[in-house]
Each structure stands twice: as C-alpha cells, then as structure tokens.
C-alpha cells in the first residue's frame, strides 16, 4: 500500500507584512528552509520567515491550479483569506522543530 501524499498551497509572511505564496510536497521541510533563509530570492531579502496559511491537495495539479489563483489576486483577497483561518497572523510553524 502507497503512503498517501499530500501538497499544499501555502502563504508565508514576514513581521511588516509582505507575503510569499508557494506550493510544496513537504511543508514541514518548506517552512523550515524558509525559516532558515535556505531559499535565496524574494524571501531571504525580504525576511519572510512565518507560515500563516495553508491549504492541502491530493493532487500536484490541484495544487499548482490554487496557487496561480491566489497569485492572481490583490493583496486584499489574499489578506481576507489569511485573516480567515489565521486572525491574528500567528506563524503557524512556530512550534514544529522545538
């Protein structure tokens, strides 16, 4: 039997606010290269280093098809969105690799 394989959708932010949205097959090991600033680009110069979304599919294509919707939209939809599972923006990977 095949261990079910998961991908996510996900939005990271930084303290001030400026948000990356990327896609995944392992968000633990994800977030934590983003955390690390292991990923050069928009999020290490940007300091963009809290999960404070998500979204799971079972499928790659599901997945990739969520992400260019929601980077399709403005900033607003996408704060609306965040505020909805995550009101307080806490970084929801705070805890993961104590």
Known sequence: MRKQRFFCVYIMSSRSRNLYTGVTNNLHRRAWEHKNHLIDGFTSRYNIDRLVYYESFVTIAGAIAR????????????????????????????????
């Not at 939209?73 to 704060?79: F, I, L």
């Not at 965040?82 to 104590?98: K, V």
């Open 67 to 98: 992400e260019k919707e929601i980077k399709a939209w403005r900033r607003e939809k996408r704060v609306r969105l965040i505020e909805g599972m995550n009101p307080s923006w806490a970084d929801l990977a705070e805890d993961w690799y104590r």
